[in-house]
């Protein structure tokens, strides 16, 4: 088996909570570290300034608590630790787990921090969302892709590297790695309220594509090229299982990188400010500390 041993960094030194920009120039993983606190950078936390720069100052420079938690993300949290649970029996010679096994992992993730208020859907309970996972399990072990009958490298798997010049290390969580005869394939499971169109797949894309820039040096090692999927169960009231291939494609993968470098040197940069718009604001747990704001 292969597999990649990575070291979380710490946070036993981090700085104080109102972090400021430092107004001298420093190597990238340090100034990342007096900033947040890490010394790398995240895909989300990349996604998170392209949609509003002063939410991500929020969440990773001042660590302001959020007013509340979205229903949607504690639920899918849960689904994919169900679908971890699942993955690892496997991984470890076992049989499948039965869907009660996979109910009670979902379960079990249910537990948000007691502290965090949690908002629902108009039509959502905790009742009527575990009646959901159980039929999107189901539906998961019913479907060929519950079989993963070739080799797992990694479950739920961390890396990290300096993909990207100019820029502190990326950290990546790959949710399945699987070494195939042929390839070596890194899958995300996403939960869906509907069937993925091609518009989607291409807007899931680059998180992907960084992904598998950190995986290249295991694919080199292992002589196979990667082998890039989603497999998305879709929150309907008969869950669908679909897998999405995308291909690699090297100048996508730059343009990628160039788009991180600027995204990292506004940050270091200090470049912070609200993008209002219904699609950023109308869920966002950080709307009244946004209206504060005064720069």
């Not at 680059?206 to 082998?227: D, F, H, N, T, W």
């Amino acid at each position: 088996m292969i597999t990649s041993k990575i070291t979380q960094p710490s946070r036993d030194t981090d700085p104080p909570r109102d972090r400021r920009v430092p107004p001298h120039r420093s190597d990238p993983g340090e100034l990342a570290l007096k900033l947040t606190g890490r010394d790398y950078l995240s895909h989300s936390a990349i996604s998170t300034y392209q949609r509003c720069p002063l939410r991500y100052y929020f969440a990773y420079i001042s660590d302001l608590e959020p007013a509340f938690k979205a229903s949607s993300l504690i639920f899918g949290g849960a689904i994919h630790s169900a679908l971890e649970h699942h993955c690892r029996a496997l991984l470890e010679g076992n049989d499948p787990p039965d869907l009660d096994a996979l109910v009670a992992a979902y379960e079990e993730s249910w537990k948000p921090d007691a502290k965090s208020t949690i908002r629902y859907g108009k039509t959502e309970s905790v009742e009527s969302l575990r009646d959901l996972a159980s039929r999107m399990l189901a539906a998961f072990q019913a479907s060929e892709v519950s079989k993963l009958d070739t080799s797992v490298v990694g479950i739920e798997e961390e890396f990290r590297a300096p993909i990207i010049d100019r820029c502190p290390d990326l950290l990546g969580r790959v949710d399945l790695v699987n070494l195939t005869t042929d390839a070596v394939r890194i899958v995300d499971f996403k939960t869906s309220r509907s069937r993925w169109s091609r518009s989607k797949v291409e807007e899931a894309a680059p998180q992907m594509l960084l992904y598998a820039e950190l995986v290249k040096p295991l694919a080199e090692s292992c002589g196979r090229p990667i082998r890039i999927e989603w497999i998305v169960i879709t929150k309907t009231k008969q869950p669908s299982v679909e897998t999405h291939v995308l291909q690699y494609e090297p100048r996508q993968v730059e343009r990628i990188k160039t788009i991180v470098r600027r995204v990292w040197q506004a940050i270091s940069r200090g470049h912070f400010y609200p993008a209002p718009s219904s699609m950023n604001c109308s869920g966002c747990p950080y709307s009244e500390a946004c209206r504060n704001w005064e720069g």
